[in-house]
């Protein structure tokens, strides 16, 4: 018996996609109008053709912000997703303590982004901040204001506070899908804790790690907030990520042509990788159900 499709249902649909058209696709051709002309204002546009993707490509201070934002990325995954597995595997499996530790891990997801700049912009200050009182007290030159390393390992650790837990949830949900029956023939076959880990937890995890490590390097690719409220892309210009950069070249110096032509390069960079995971992961569920 054939199935039958109701189009109809695309109707429910239709408002969302009246709002994603006001939202997002008319914003974005007008980036990709700027993007190919130029203005000097009064609403008259200049044909330009790819000056501006040109002077984007060849031009070392994206080269500089792309090197410093691909650093990060890398860092953040190096850190996080390994730091989220080992507290996914730490954590009670049933009971009271298993919901207060999810409730725990939770807790800094729901802070907004600015306010956690706010945060930790107060706390390593040295003159009232906690963390740069104790380190001052210590001994240790901390001043995450005039020093590049400082300032980099300020954000590192508020970017693994405040997102680890992200990772540790998904790989937590991974670790709770796993039937017992596993843990208990492994048990009967006297497996190591390493073996039980290697050969049942990573390989039924690998979905949701994949999408961890996705998002992930989508929000570390794409940090502004954080860094913004907390350095200002400073000092000089070595917190200066890709987003920061952008704003500072369409919003501060007004160079809309480049800001257009530097956005869709840095959008298409999203999605070529977005798209790369989500084939990956295609491929894993085809090879999983065979």
Known sequence: MEKTVNNK????????????????VIPLMTVVNYAFNDTFGNNQFFWAGFEWFEDT?????????LGRQIL???????IEVPLGIFIALNMPKKGFWASFCLVLMAL??????????????????????????TLASLG???????????????????????????????????LQSIPQAYYQAAKIDQASRWAIFRYIELPKMQGVLLIAVLLRFMDSFMI?????????????????FLSIDLVKMAVGQFDLGPAAAFSLMYFLVILLVSWVFYTVM?????ENMQ
């Open 9 to 24: 249902a695309w109707f429910l649909v239709l408002p969302v996609l009246v709002i994603v058209a006001f939202s997002a």
């Open 57 to 65: 490509v060849t031009s070392s201070r994206m080269h500089d912000a």
């Open 72 to 78: 990060f990325s890398g860092i953040i995954l190096a």
């Open 108 to 133: 800094p997801l729901l802070i907004p982004f600015n306010v956690v700049g706010t945060i930790w912009q107060i706390f390593g200050r040295v003159d009232i901040g906690l963390l740069g009182r």
């Open 140 to 174: 240790i030159d901390y001043n995450y204001t005039n020093d590049w390393l400082d300032a980099w390992i300020t954000i590192v650790v508020m970017d693994v506070w405040h997102w680890t837990s992200l990772v540790a949830l998904l790989a937590y949900a991974g």
């Open 224 to 240: 502004y907030t954080e860094p913004f409220v907390l350095t200002g892309g400073g000092p000089g210009n070595s917190t200066t």
């Open 282 to 286: 295609t491929n894993m569920d085809r």
